[in-house]
């Protein structure tokens, strides 16, 4: 049973990738099995076992990131003040929205402390929901589905922000590898500054998300 | 590439040791991610070891797959509070994608003035 939970992730992933355009294959995939596991009377206790290998590869894909990071470091050291500030407030401001809004509109603190790290690629989000103490599976669902809604803002964030390589850095940062795949398609300053804000904001959220989120629930 | 991808797994895996060791509030992964890029920076030709975490990144949204299946086994999480969880979750978003423009644009348009 557990292989099979892996097979037909594996299977419909694959699938989506090739078939589905439009949609981002993780979420079309996921979509599919969340209709098919229970026709198919897999329970969601024997696919999380069936499954946990690929979740445990998203700490070595963490560290992995640190490549593609390498890699900008001379774009990183061109612009790096403007970059370094907008990132450290595009951070702050998405950690800090997430807890007054969700504060004032009712949210618990379990559920404030899920959505607070969503702005950081996901497999940082998910570790840092798991220092928060979140729940990693809200945590995922937040960071994938705000990505892929805040990259259809990429034409106009653009316009409206008349500088390719501001409009990049916000991309990169709210909407992580969604935001950057869009803003390099249009723009290939933008793609470039997308790329070293998402990278930097993986680490600006990590250090800051587990300092205001106690901080600002008190 | 199975000893790059060893390195990687024994690099998260000390990082986790070391955050929770020092009880340090960063997930281990991310400070094992950091010594990465201090070290790439001092022997930039260890990049060729480290190949396979290109491979790793470019199947990552796979890994995500069992974790959004999982959300929605987490909906009864929410409860009531769909549509509140949704609109902080766009409220974050949009907050972190304006300042970000705001303060790239502001920093920049004062760095040229002061040259």
Do not use: K
Not at chain 1, 12 to 34: D, F, H, K, N, Q
Not at chain 2, 44 to 62: C, E, K, N, T
Not at chain 2, 98 to 105: F, N
Request: glycine content about 8%; hydrophobic content about 60%; aromatic content about 4%.
């Amino acid at each position: 049973m557990a292989l099979f939970a892996l097979a037909l992730t594996l299977v419909s992933y694959e699938l989506a990738r090739r078939y589905v355009r439009g949609l981002p294959p993780v979420l079309t995939s996921a979509a599919v099995l969340i209709v098919v596991l229970p026709l198919l009377h897999v329970t969601h206790a024997d696919y999380a076992t069936g499954t946990w290998v690929l979740v445990a590869l998203l700490s070595p894909a963490v560290v992995a990131l640190a490549l593609p990071f390498h890699r900008r470091r001379a774009a990183l050291a061109a612009s790096a003040l403007p970059t370094v500030a907008g990132v450290v407030a595009g951070a702050a401001a998405g950690i800090a929205v997430a807890v007054l809004a969700g504060h004032a509109l009712g949210l618990s603190d379990l559920l404030v402390r899920a959505v607070a790290p969503r702005a950081a690629t996901t497999p940082i989000a998910v570790a840092i929901a798991g220092t928060l103490g979140a729940n990693a599976h809200l945590t995922a669902a937040a960071a994938l589905v705000g990505g892929v809604l805040c990259a259809l803002l990429a034409p106009l964030a653009l316009r409206l922000a008349r500088d390719p390589h501001a409009a990049g850095l916000g991309l990169g940062l709210a909407a992580h590898g969604f935001g950057t795949a869009r803003a390099a398609q249009l723009d290939e300053t933008a793609g470039a500054s997308a790329a070293t804000a998402m990278a930097l904001n993986g680490l600006a959220t990590a250090l800051l998300a587990p300092l205001l989120v106690p901080l600002l629930l008190r | 590439m199975i000893a790059g991808f060893a390195a990687l797994l024994g690099l998260s895996a000390a990082g986790n040791l070391l955050a929770g060791a020092l009880h340090i509030p960063v997930p281990g992964p991310v400070l094992a991610g950091v010594a990465l890029v201090c070290w790439l920076a001092r022997r930039p030709q260890d990049v060729a070891f480290f190949g396979s975490a290109d491979r790793l990144i470019a199947a990552m949204p796979l890994l995500f797959v069992p974790l959004v299946v999982g959300a929605a086994a987490s909906l009864s999480v929410l409860g009531g509070a769909l549509t509140p969880f949704v609109l902080t979750l766009t409220a974050s978003t949009l907050a972190a994608l304006i300042a970000t423009v705001a303060v790239a644009r502001l920093t920049t348009w004062l760095c040229s003035r002061s040259h």
